[in-house]
Structures are given as C-alpha cells and as structure tokens.
C-alpha cells in the first residue's frame, strides 16, 4: 500500500466524482454526517431483486471521504446485496490502495457506513471503525 | 527582510528560548516540528514541568488542610502562585482569583452562579458572533433556565465586531455582556475598555473572555474595568487542567457558590453550610495543586523572558510576515482583519481543497495547523466559510518557519491542482 495519502486517483475522484448526483425515484435514501469533521455523504439506490441496479451519492467533505464514495458507487453497481452485506474496511481500503491513519479511518469508512445503514439500519454498521482498530 | 528578520529573533532572544521547549526539537515524519497551533495550547518550557516535578518529588501533599510541614509547604506554594496570577492582570486583590479547570469553566462558573441567581424572563445576556463555543453555549443553557434572552453582536465580513449595531443592542434589558479580547479564528482584538463602558453605562456587566488575550497581549483587568475575565493556563505555558476567573471582589461576596462540598465552607450542619472567604467559596474539593504551581511557574517564565508587551509586539510582527507571505499562495484566502487589528493567528482557505487535506499535508512536512471551525462555528456561518485551517504563533515561532508554511501550502496547491 503507499504511504502517501494523496495519491493521483484519489484526487481525481475527489475533482471529479463519479455516479454523483440524484436518481430519480430511488428506493433507498440515506444521509449520515462524521460529527468531527463535518464531512457529509447521501447515497441513494435503485434496488431490484436484492441487486443495486444504479447508485449515486451527494456530500461534501475532505477528498478521502468524497473519493471513497465515488470510488465504491463504481464497484457496487449491479452487485448483489447479499455480496455488500459483508463488506468492511479491507474492501474499502483496497479500492483506495493507500494506508489510512486512525485519524482519517472515519473518513475513508463514512460512505460504507452510510450505505450499509441506509440498506439494513443503522444497527448494521458494526463499527469497522477507528475506535475499533 | 532576513536582516529585519534576525533584528525581530535577537530582540526577544527566539533562538535561546527555543532552548527551553525540549519539543521543539523532536522531529515529526522524520522532520523537524514546526508548530503553528498555540492558540489551541501552547507548549512548556522545562521551568515549568520542573516546578511540576519538584511539586510531586520534594513537597507532595493536600493544601489548606495539613498541619505538618508538607502540607504548609504546599499550600504556601499554591497560594504564592495565585498571587503571581492576581498581580499578572493587575487585579487588585489575590481574592479576587478563583482557580477553575480553565476558561470554559471559568465562564460557566458566572453562568451559573451569576447568571441563575440573578437572570429573568425579559432580561437580555449580550454575546458576539466571534465567540468561541465556551462563551455560547453556558449562555444558552442558562438562557433557557432563566427565560433571559441571548443576543449576538454580529460581525462585519472584514472581521470587526459591528459596533453600530452594538449601541441598539445593549439596552436596559442587557444583564451581561460577553465577549472574547481576542478572537481565535479572526484574530481580532477589538475595544476591550470601550466595550466595557458601554455595558456599564447600560447597568450590564462585562465578562471578558481571555483565553487567547491573557496568554499573548498585556492585560490590565482595573484599566479595562471588566467585572470578569476567564483564562486558561494551558494556553499559556502553563499545564493542562488549570485555569482562572478573576472577579471583582464586591461580585463574589454576592455570587452564591458554583460547586460544593469540602474546603469551600465555614461551616456545616445536618441542614445547612456557611461558605468559606473568597476566593475559596468557590473553590470546591482538592484542587489542581501541582498545575497551580505550574500556572505560577509559567507566568514567571513569561515575565523573565520579556514580559507580555514585549511578546505581543514580536507576534504582531510574525503575523503581518505571515499574512504578506501567504499573499504568495494560489488561492489562499485570509479571513480577519489586517494585522495591526489582530492577534498572532490568521485562518484561511485554500480554493479546492479542504481544510483536513491541507491540514494533513502541512503534517507530512512536520507543521502543526488546526483544521475545522476551531469551536467558532457561528463566526464561520457568518463568513460563509464551512472551515479553515489556522495557522497560530507563539514567542518561540520563528520567521523561517513561515517560510515553510508558505511552501508546504504551495505543494498542497500543487499535489490537488497540478497533479
Ligand atoms: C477565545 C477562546 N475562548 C475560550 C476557549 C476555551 O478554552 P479552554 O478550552 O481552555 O477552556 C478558547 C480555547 O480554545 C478560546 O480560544
């Protein structure tokens, strides 16, 4: 994994964000804020037989957490979500190929955490979190 | 400018001082620190955890209450340190120094004790736009138990308190006006005695909130009249987990106590107390002993080094270098007034790139910046500005190291807009 944070695909999904914006008639909506810092994400989904058909987010925030989300709406169109269901952190960092601190760990996870709460509850988010590292 | 430069370091001796922060010689990333965030806390010179140390090695016991020699020592100790605290900001008695945790504390004490015994429905407790979060939200809270009612002085976008709209906001309603000597996002100093008038001349009184004032400007509470002024040692080269209120004697006769229990009485029975003298009727429990000594310790230090007036004019220094030389960074823009108006600190955003990520690449070059609203959110509501970094200066800063701010904002620039 590289050491430096600020890798040129992060940057590039941070400029440019992919699937951002709003699906028109999503069945699943969900916002989530990181109280620390302010960063902000909503992700919206389009579901048919248990597998996402189209996802997109919104959000504001510093570039990990925003690339992190554009980086996982690509991967998770068309997935089951029985596949989603078991996602963590190491699913994540893979798609960003850089080593997180405890600081930044918040960051790089809200958008999981915000789609894992948004499909099955909040409860579902066991906390793969920096508190638990 | 590097001839100015040195002129400015030998005048304070900076280079000899830094001799006395052992962590301003560690390294961070393999690089020296160079640390920018003092108006978050500032760092301690070895007098300072000295005196702390002997504290705990040589004299190690309770205060106010031990006949034998220990405790004697202590308490001499501890008392010696509020006088030092008392004659700092020219107070006029050490009674009038009440020990809290620290300038949170400090103000929540008044709100409390004060602002519950002597708040109504249709009372108005004045604050401003640019106070830091310790001096909104005991005032909001007591609002609410009172039924008094909290106003806000706004802010101009320069970063000025609006002082035109000040005399249409204090009326005969304003109970209390609260307001910081500095701000700690803008920087600004504004008219701490004139400020103070005005609330007197509405029958108000005047809480100052001096974090960041006590700690970087000279203060003289009987020249600025105010009623209180709250301060952190922390911030100041002292410890954590001790602060000061100060306020004026007749005040904390009338004031019922904060917290209760031991030390803060005269005496009790099965139905009732009587408190102790001020200040320690509102000194509750065993104290912060060595963190007294150590606030003492600090303020000796400052002194020796040059007293307050001779640091504020060195920071005033470092921060119009500071404020020209970031005029250099692409898309950096300052919030705040002009330097001549501020303390040592200046907060700014970069264009395209978040306070955090900026933040964290000044970090990977070993400078230390606070990134977020910095406890002020409504400053920044009022800017429109979601957060910043800052960028905060002590006596122990060194010109050069502006220069490294500088560069490391323009690799930032370079890593997000030319990738
Ligand atoms: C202006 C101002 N007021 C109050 C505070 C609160 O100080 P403390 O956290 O030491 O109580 C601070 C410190 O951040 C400050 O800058």
């Not at chain 2, 005196?51 to 001499?76: D, K």
């Not at chain 2, 900001?89 to 809290?100: D, L, P, Q, V």
């Not at chain 2, 106070?131 to 909290?150: C, F, K, M, S, Y």
């Not at chain 2, 230090?301 to 119009?320: D, P, V």
Request: hydrophobic share 40%; with cysteine.
């Amino acid at each position: 994994m590289n050491d430096d944070l600020y890798q040129a695909n992060i940057i590039d999904h941070y400029q440019h964000p992919r699937h951002y914006g709003h699906l028109e008639n999503p069945d699943i909506v969900y916002h989530d804020v990181n109280p620390n810092c302010g960063d902000e994400i909503t992700i919206e989904l389009k579901i048919e037989d248990d597998v996402i058909r189209e996802a997109s987010f919104t959000g504001h925030g510093c570039s990990i957490s925003q690339a992190s989300a554009s980086m996982m709406m690509e991967e998770i169109q068309g997935k089951p979500l029985a596949e989603l269901r078991g996602w963590g952190k190491e699913e994540i960092l893979d798609l960003l190929g850089v080593k997180i601190g405890p600081v930044r760990m918040k960051c790089a996870l809200l958008p999981l955490k915000t789609l894992k709460a948004g499909v099955w509850g909040p409860s579902n988010w066991d906390g793969e979190d920096a508190d638990d590292m | 400018m590097s001839e100015k430069r040195s002129e400015l370091v030998k005048q304070l001796n900076v280079e000899e001082i830094r001799r006395d922060f052992p962590v301003l010689s560690r390294k961070v990333h393999g690089v020296p620190l160079i640390y920018l965030d003092n108006a978050a806390t500032s760092q301690k010179p070895m007098a300072v955890i000295e005196a702390m140390n002997l504290f705990y090695q040589r004299e190690n016991s309770n205060v106010h209450r031990g006949i034998h020699t220990l405790s004697e020592e202590a308490t001499a100790d501890y008392e010696a340190a509020r006088k030092k605290i008392a004659r700092f900001i020219n107070a006029k008695s050490w009674r009038e120094i009440i020990y809290t945790r620290n300038a949170t504390e400090s103000i929540n004490l008044v709100a409390y004790s004060w602002g519950l015994a002597n708040l109504h429905p249709g009372d108005e407790v004045l604050i401003t736009e640019m106070e830091h979060h310790a001096n909104i939200v005991p005032w909001q809270l007591i609002a609410e138990r009172t039924g008094a009612t909290l106003r806000y002085v706004p802010i101009t976008l320069q970063g000025y308190l609006d002082l035109d709209k000040l005399n249409g906001l204090l009326t005969e309603k304003t109970k209390m006006f609260a307001f910081t000597a500095m701000s700690n996002v803008l920087g600004t100093i504004p008219p701490v005695k004139m400020l103070v008038e005005k609330a007197h001349a509405v029958g108000a009184l005047a809480l100052v909130d001096g974090a960041q004032a006590v700690s970087h400007m000279p203060v003289d509470v009987q020249a600025w009249n105010c009623d209180f002024l709250a301060f952190s040692a922390h911030k100041m080269c002292g410890p954590t987990g001790i602060g000061a209120l100060y306020a004026k004697r007749q005040l904390l006769e009338e004031m019922p106590p904060f917290l209760s229990g031991g030390d803060m009485i005269r005496s009790v029975w099965m139905d009732h107390a009587t408190w102790n003298d001020v200040p320690h009727k509102f000194e509750a429990g065993t104290p912060a002993i060595a963190e007294a000594i150590g606030f003492g310790a600090a303020i000796d230090y400052l002194q020796k080094i040059g007293g307050m007036e001779a640091i504020h004019r060195y920071e005033q220094e470092i921060i119009a270098a500071a404020m020209t030389a970031l005029q250099e960074v692409e898309g950096l823009r300052m919030i705040g007034p002009p330097p001549e108006d501020r303390g040592g600190l200046i907060s700014f955003a970069l264009d395209g790139i978040h306070p955090h990520d900026a933040a964290a690449i000044l970090d990977q070059d070993g400078i230390a910046v606070r990134a977020g609203h910095h406890c002020a959110q409504p400053s920044h509501d009022r800017l429109g500005i979601e957060a910043t970094d800052r960028a905060s200066f002590y006596f122990y800063n060194l010109p050069e190291e502006i220069d490294m701010l500088v560069r490391s904002l323009q690799r930032a620039q370079a890593i997000f807009h030319h990738p």
